[in-house]
């Protein structure tokens, strides 16, 4: 059967192919830490699961209004609202199963075959991919660690030709777990305004902060008309499975993606968003109970990567990443993931999977448990001595 030639654009997550990797090894009796997926492993909050297993009984279970149902829209304005994020009327937000949707939406919309889509590098790699597929053109703002992994604004407007219809940022970050500072959002502001870029801030792991300051480009003001909001429940509350996520678009694209959002998925799941409902109105103990232990387990990771001879690794400021330098080890950062797998027992990912920029280092999730962080630690920390690791250049 021959594809569609767009079918070559698509791209995928490394992750879920490292994850089938490592289970078949431990189906063949290997213990495997698993550094590699990109999920909370806590388990989502009783009074999320009652709400939606209520609303089951309730009889919600058949077709809702394409951008959701009106008391979630409801819900997600207020939360905003109440968290000091952004002022917007409900009817600017559109609910989706999980916030994937929100990318191939707005990239969809806005853009024609040949126009440009600035790109963090390392990111995310379904930025580069969902681009691609549309038939746009992604190109790379170098993310580097002697700049704290966050884009240089000089370097940004330098890469806008008349072609730039979309720039996408990630605060806090994956892979890197930096996040942006207040001046950086004004210095994108400035040159998406002065250049009339729409902008895509993705801000999944807003929650997932490790001090008390947030900043956002939406606290520009001005950059509302101009910017979609992309965020949902996977990371917030431990809801990655249930396919959750909304996105607070410009007026202007709420029918079109009302629009797209009929035409492929017809609407997100009734009792997924009463769920949803019930995590933004319910109590927020959950979430910082769920923070608290991610900033202990940072703490021990980021300290045990930097003993091992060949690695340093910087402190993320969000999100349950981290991406140390690994130049030391002497392999390419491909090569060590699938060595770091077979030889030590431990799943991560290469830099490479998030960008060409990622060469030279890794991204390991801390959302695992201690005990199982400092196994991992060990083991890395064996195979480094047995490569006769030297100081990273």
Not at 190 to 202: C, Q
């Amino acid at each position: 059967m021959k594809l569609a030639s767009r079918m070559g654009h698509l791209g995928t997550e490394s992750a879920f192919a490292v994850l089938a990797q490592a289970r078949e090894l431990e189906a063949a009796g290997r213990a495997i830490v698993h550094l590699e997926i990109g999920e909370p492993d806590f388990p989502t909050p009783p009074h999320i699961v009652e709400a939606a297993a209520d609303a089951l009984r309730a009889g919600h279970t058949h077709y809702v209004p394409a951008p959701g149902i009106p008391e979630l829209r409801e819900s997600v304005s207020a939360f905003l609202e109440r968290t000091g994020r952004l002022r917007a009327d409900p009817g600017r937000v559109v609910i989706t199963p999980g916030a994937k949707p929100i990318m191939f939406y707005a990239i969809l919309a806005l853009c024609e075959e040949g126009d440009e889509v600035l790109c963090p590098d390392p990111s995310f790699p379904m930025y580069a991919s969902i681009t691609a597929f549309a038939g746009a053109v992604p190109v790379a703002i170098p993310l580097r660690e002697g700049g704290g992994f966050r884009l240089d604004p000089e370097e940004l407007e330098r890469l806008v030709t008349p072609r730039t219809r979309l720039v996408i940022l990630n605060s806090p970050h994956n892979p890197c777990g930096s996040a942006m500072t207040r001046e950086d959002c004004e210095a994108v502001a400035e040159i998406a305004m002065r250049h009339d870029l729409t902008v895509l801030s993705d801000e999944v792991y807003w929650a997932i902060r490790y001090d008390a300051g947030r900043a956002s480009v939406l606290d520009v003001d001005g950059m509302a008309e101009r910017t979609i909001l992309l965020d949902g429940w996977s990371k917030t509350f431990a809801m990655t499975g249930w396919r959750l996520g909304f996105g607070v678009f410009p007026q202007a694209l709420v029918e079109p993606v009302t629009r797209l959002v009929i035409n492929s998925v017809s609407c997100t799941s009734a009792a997924n968003q009463m769920a949803g409902k019930a995590a933004l109105d319910g109590p927020w103990e959950p979430v910082e109970t769920m923070v608290a232990e991610f900033a202990r387990r940072r703490e021990v990771i980021v300290e045990g990567l930097n003993r091992i001879p060949g690695i340093t690794c910087a402190v993320p400021e969000g999100a349950f990443y981290v991406f140390p330098n690994v130049r030391g080890l002497g392999l390419p950062s491909a090569r060590l993931q699938e060595r770091l797998l077979s030889d030590a027992g431990v799943a991560c990912l290469a830099g490479t999977a998030f960008g060409a920029w990622g060469e030279g280092y890794l991204r390991l999730s801390y959302a695992n448990s201690i005990d199982n962080i400092r196994r991992a630690l060990d083991a890395i920390g064996s195979f480094a001595a047995a490569q006769g690791a030297a100081a990273p250049a």
